[in-house]
């Protein structure tokens, strides 16, 4: 992959080859062609994907601008915020969706289910992030997130246990809003409350940022440049994502 002139984002283009396998399923040796935009503000910034080679149907789980919808942004923006690096986005983020993709070309079926675009897809993606039972819960969860953590420790949790949040899924709740802040969560709040689809709403399942149970074993040629370096391309074994 190669650097082109930008005025603000870091942008790498260029071909994207990978060899993949999932628990169960084919192995599979593909290339394409892509585009990724990487903002001025990463890790704390999202970087954007663009598939450029034309293989990619626009129905495929595409955002609103074109560009490849690689999960929910709540779980990107986490994964990022501890401590993901850009190799690490393309192996966990990009590699699997185009795995995904090359899989049900060559296969007629998807090797993992996906999630529908707009809130309730949202909804269930955050719900297993969140690990709760009911997608009733996602929102109150998320309400509290919202909140300073003394506020939200003294509410009851959402689960049903029936305890405060404090004596309940305080963990949880302060890990998020510790990485994410409570100005993110509030913006989620007012997205999953409205009707409105909505910006990087997950387009496929979860497992293609977490893989963690089926341990995929991938390698990705070309290389990636950073700002400061080029990073060599090297076999590189995924770890398992936290749940």
């Known amino acids: 992959m190669r650097i082109v002139p930008e005025a603000s984002d870091l942008v790498l283009a260029g071909r994207l080859e990978f060899n993949a396998e999932i628990s169960g399923k084919a192995r599979i040796s593909d290339c394409y062609e892509v585009e990724i935009r990487i903002p001025e503000a990463f890790p704390r910034g999202i970087p954007v994907v663009f598939e450029t080679g034309g293989r990619v149907r626009i129905s495929y ?10 999960g929910s942004e709540t779980r990107l923006r986490l994964m990022l915020a501890e401590g993901l690096s850009l190799v690490g986005f393309v192996e966990r983020c990009v590699v699997p969706y185009l795995y995904r993709y090359s899989y049900l070309k060559m296969y007629g079926e998807a090797p993992f289910e996906d999630l529908e675009h707009g809130p309730s897809g949202i909804a269930e993606d955050l719900r297993l992030l969140f690990g709760l039972k009911r997608e009733s819960e996602v929102l109150p969860f998320v309400r509290l997130l919202a909140m300073r953590k003394r506020r939200a420790n ?8 029936g305890s405060r949040l404090g004596r309940c899924h305080h963990r949880l709740a302060n890990r998020l809003r510790g990485r994410l802040g409570r100005y993110w969560f509030r913006v989620v709040e007012q997205q999953l409350a409205s009707s ?3 910006g990087k709403s997950p387009g496929v399942r979860v497992r293609l ?4 149970e089926e341990r995929v074993s991938r390698s ?5 440049p950073s700002r400061a370096q080029s990073i060599s391309p090297l076999p590189l074994q995924l770890a398992e994502a936290n749940r």
């Open 61 to 70: 789980h595409h955002l609103r601008d074109g560009s490849l919808c690689l």
């Open 220 to 224: 990705i040629s070309g290389e990636i």
């Open 154 to 161: 003294k509410e009851r949790c959402p689960c049903g246990s």
């Open 196 to 198: 409105l689809p909505w």
């Open 209 to 212: 940022t977490e893989w963690a």
